[in-house]
């Protein structure tokens, strides 16, 4: 999808550490092939690695965009504010742009480069093994999207009407290949997970489609 180069460094640091590793690897991306703008998922990691390599590179940062152009004096960030009842457009006025994207912002297109795999160097720094990762429990996988990251959203709130009616949700989300969200009154109710809760309390989604239940 128009990549011509991909840099790739493989190292047990990055599963057994927190993020500075990755830092390091981004900073070490960044310093070999100067680009005009570093992009970043928006997720929480994301976030912070891109506020630690924006300090380090003495850039300024621009989180959750939902677009990025070009622009006279360099790249324009778009970010929808406010629950969406807000536009802005900024560009940061130091170094180059280190921009946080959020999932579902741009349609995902065929574009024939060269795509040329390299190897990255990465020597990590003192701080990189300073927070270990001491155990890890996956949650029990629904085999639904990740909330945060899906295209569909199918929620439901108080006029589902009770744990046993979330069925009916779960199985218009699975038709769409949807996750399913919840609100806070359902969540409350204890219909559903709060790990599903939508919202200011909840977790944050970009879907391109959201259906609101009840
Ligand atoms: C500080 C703060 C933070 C909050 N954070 C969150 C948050 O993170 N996430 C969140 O979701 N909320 C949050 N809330 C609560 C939020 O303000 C709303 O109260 C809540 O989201 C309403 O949930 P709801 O839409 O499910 O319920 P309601 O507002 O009660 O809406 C239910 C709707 O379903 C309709 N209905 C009922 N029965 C049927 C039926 N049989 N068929 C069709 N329709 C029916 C009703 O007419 C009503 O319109 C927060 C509130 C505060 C103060």
Known sequence: HGA?????????????????PKVDALQAAYEAVSPAAVLVPSSAE???????????????VITDAVDVEAGAEGPVVTQSVFAASFTTRSR???????VTVKPNSAAVEAAPAAGAVEALEVSFSEQATGTKVTGRTPRESTGRPELTEAAIVVSGGRGVNGAENFAVIEALADSLGAAVGASRA??????????????????????????ASG
Request: charged share 15%; hydrophobic share 40%; no cysteine.
């Open 46 to 60: 994301g976030k912070e690695v891109a506020a630690r390599l924006a300090l380090r590179i003495g850039s300024g």
């Open 4 to 20: 011509v180069k991909v840099l790739t460094h493989e190292a047990s640091e990055y599963a057994d550490y927190l993020v500075v």
């Open 92 to 98: 940061v006025s130091r170094g180059v742009p280190v």
């Open 186 to 211: 359902a969540v409350d109710a204890g219909w559903y997970p709060h790990t599903h809760q939508v919202g200011q309390t909840g977790k944050s989604v970009s879907p391109q489609l959201y259906i």
